[in-house]
C-alpha cells in the first residue's frame, strides 16, 4: 500500500494511492523499530539542488512525502529518533540533504556499504552494488529503474510510485545481508561502517574552501618551473650529442647549428629509449593490465638515480607536470557556486577499509581527489577556512609504524617506541639492524650525520618488508644489486624476530581461511575472490603432476609452455599477490579504522554539545583530521579533537602510545 503525504492536488491520485496528513504519516510511522528510507532530488549536490520526495515504509506499505509542498523537518524528530533504525541504500547521499536541513539521523543501516563489507578484495564490476542489482541477487525481483532519468526533472503519479518501490524491498534485503554478516562475523564491523558513513557524509558536507588566487599563483609557478626544466633537459640532451634525439632541420631566420632536442618530455614513449639507452631499467607489470610494460615514473628513475644526471632533472619535471596536472585547474572547476567550496565523493570502504576521495563509488559522482594533496607549503596555504574560522589539522605520528608494532608485538619495536627517557631515532634505530655489520659500534645519534645514506636506505627497506617487499623489492627501491637487497632484509628479519613471527602467522591464516583478517577486533575481511580456483589448482599439485611437469619441460613441449607452465606461474603469481595483500591490509586497515573512529568520536562529541554544522570536518586523510571552527573555540576544539584522536588510537594499539599532534591556522598547516 502507498501513501503521500503532498499540498499538491497535481500528485492526488486515489486509484494509485492514498492521501494522508502529516500527523497520519507520523502516527504509523512512529510504530516501526525500524523505516526503510530513501530521497529523490532535482540533482546531485545538497548545497545546488533541491530535496523533492522523501520517502519511509517497510515491505507492507510505503509513505512519500512531497517535499516541495510540506516542510520535511515535520519529520526531524522521526528521523532524530534514536531507538529507530533508518535503512538506506547509499545513506550517504541521502544523509547529506537531511544535514541540508538540520536534520541529524541517529541510527543507519546502509544496504550499498554491507554489500560492498560482504565483498571486500572481490575486484570491481564482479558484484554489482547497485539497488537493483542488489535487490535481484537476494530477493530475485526486478525493480524498474527507467523512471529514474526523469524524476529529477519532473515529479508526477509515475515518480510516487517509482519512489515507493525503492524503499519496499530495503528491509528484506538487509535482513538477508544480517545472515550473511553473520555466518561472516561481520557483525561488529557491519556496526562500525553503518556509524561511520554518517561522519562522511558530513565531511563531504562541510567540504573545504580553495583560496583560488594563490592556487592560480601555484599554477603559474608550476608552468615556470616546468619550462625552465624543458630547457635543461633539452640542453642536457644537446650536450649528450646523440643524432637520435637532436633534430638539425633549421629555418631561414634559425641562428642555431647545433640542432634542437627532438624529445617531447611529456610522452613517456619518446623519453623511454633515451633512459634504456643510459642504463635505466624501466620494465614494470602493469597494475591494471597485469602486463609487462616500461615506465619512466618518478619512483623508477628516482631509484636509478645514480645512472645519469639526468635523472634528477626529468624527476623534478614530472614533479611539476604532475602537480599541474593533478592540483591545477580541476580543483578550481570543483567548487561548487553555492557553497564556494570543494566537496570531494569520498569511497568508504576500499579493500584495505580505507577511506579513498575522488573516487567513483556509486558510478554517479566523480570529484577530485583532496586526501592526496602534497604536503608541501605552498600547496596547503591554498586550503583556508571559512570566514570568522581557523583550521585545525591534527594528525598522528608515525600511525601506521605503531599499528605493525601492535599487530606484530615485535619486542625490540615495543621497547624502542615505549623509551620516553632517552631521545630517540627511529630511522637510525632501524638502520642499525639493516646494517649491523657497519653500524654496530656507531650510536644511535650518530648514524644520521656519520651515515646519512644507510639511514636513508633503511627507512625505505623497512617500509618495503612492512607491505610484503623482499630483497629484490629493496634493490629496486633502492638501486642496489639484489644480493645487497636480501642481505638487508635477511639483517632486518634476524634483528626482529617477532616480525618474521607474525608474517609467519598472517599468512598462515590466510592460507588456511581462504581471507585476509584486517583486524581481530572488527573482524574486517579481505576476501580472496577466486580462492576456490587457486586452491583447486594446489590440489593438483601432487608427485604425479610434478614429474610430469619436470618430464614435460625438458621436452620443451607444447603441453609445458601451453598448460602446465601457465598453471603453475598463474598459482605462484597469485599466491604471491595474496601474501604482499596479507602483510599490507591488516597495517592500512587498522591504521584507517583508528581514523574513522577517532572522526566518529569528535562528531559524537559535536553533536552532544550541539556543535554541529559550527565545527566542521573539512578533511579526513589518512591519519589526520582537518578541522575548521570559529576562532573564539578553537583551542578546545583542536584540544578536543587530540583526544579523540588519542582515544581511539587506545581502543586499537594498547603495547605502546599513538599521539597526535594539533595545528591551528589562518591555513592548512601541516
Partial sequence: MIRIVTENPNLINEELYQKISVSEALHILNQEPCIATDTETTGLSPHSNVLTLVQFGTENYQIVVDTLTVNI???????????????????KFDLQF??????????????????????????????????????????????????????????????????????????????????????????????FENSFVRVLA????????????????????????????????????????????????????????TGRCSILWSSPAQVVPLFEELGFDLNIIDKKTKRPTKSVGIEIIKSQAHK????????????????????????????????????????QLMNTTRLSS?????????????????????????????????????????????????LSREEKLIEFYNDTENKRDGHSFVAKMCYPDILKDVPELEVADKYPKLRKNAKKA???????????????????????????????LESFPGIKAYFDTVTNLMMKNGYILINPILKHKRFIYNWEEINGIKKEFTQEFWTEYRKEKELDSIKFNEELKPKVRKYFVEIGKFKRDALNSPVQGTAAMITKLAAMYLFDALEKNDLLFIVKIHNLVHDELLVGCPKYIADSTALLTQKCMEKAGRFFIKVVTLKAKPLIGDHWVH
Fill in 308 to 347: 645519469s644526471p639526468i635523472a634528477k632533472l626529468y624527476v623534478e619535471y614530472k614533479k611539476y607536470s604532475k602537480s599541474l596536472t593533478a592540483f591545477g585547474q580541476n580543483y578550481i572547476d570543483e567548487i561548487n557556486p553555492d557553497s564556494g567550496k570543494i566537496h570531494s565523493n569520498f569511497t
Fill in 358 to 406: 575522488g573516487g567513483d563509488d556509486n558510478e554517479d559522482i566523480e570529484s577530485v581527489n583532496i586526501q592526496n594533496i602534497p604536503a608541501d607549503d605552498v600547496t596547503r596555504a591554498c586550503f583556508i577556512p571559512e570566514d570568522g574560522d581557523l583550521l585545525i589539522d591534527v594528525d598522528y605520528t608515525a600511525q601506521e609504524d605503531l599499528v605493525f608494532t601492535e
Fill in 73 to 91: 523537518r515535520c519529520f526531524k524528530n522521526l528521523l532524530e529518533d534514536k531507538n529507530k533504525l533508518f535503512v538506506f541504500h547509499n545513506a
Fill in 202 to 257: 558530513y565531511v563531504e558536507f562541510c567540504g573545504i574552501r580553495l583560496d583560488v588566487n594563490k592556487w592560480k599563483e601555484k599554477m603559474d609557478s608550476d608552468r615556470m618551473n616546468i619550462e625552465r626544466l624543458i630547457h635543461e633537459l633539452n640542453k642536457w640532451v644537446i650536450e649528450y650529442n646523440n643524432p637520435k634525439y637532436i633534430n638539425y632541420q633549421t629555418d631561414l631566420f634559425s641562428q642555431n647549428d
Fill in 98 to 191: 537531511f544535514y541540508k536541513h538540520g536534520i541529524i539521523v541517529k541510527k543507519v543501516y546502509d544496504t550499498y556499504l554491507m554489500e560492498c563489507l560482504l565483498h571486500l578484495g572481490y575486484p570491481k564490476g564482479i558484484y554489482k552494488h547497485s539497488l537493483e542489482a542488489t535487490i535481484q541477487r537476494y530477493l530475485q525481483v526486478s525493480v524498474d529503474k527507467s523512471e529514474r532519468k526523469y524524476i529529477m526533472s519532473r515529479i508526477n503519479s509515475k515518480s510516487i510510485i517509482y519512489a515507493a518501490n525503492d524503499v519496499k524491498h530495503l528491509i528484506p534485503v538487509m535482513n538477508v545481508q544480517l545472515q550473511l554478516l553473520q555466518q561472516k562475523d561481520l557483525l561488529l564491523a557491519a556496526r
Fill in 462 to 492: 623497512k617500509f618495503a618488508i612492512h607491505y610484503g617487499g623482499n630483497g629484490d623489492t629493496i634493490a629496486k627501491n633502492l638501486g642496489i644489486s639484489k644480493e645487497e637487497g636480501y642481505a638487508i632484509e635477511k639483517s632486518y
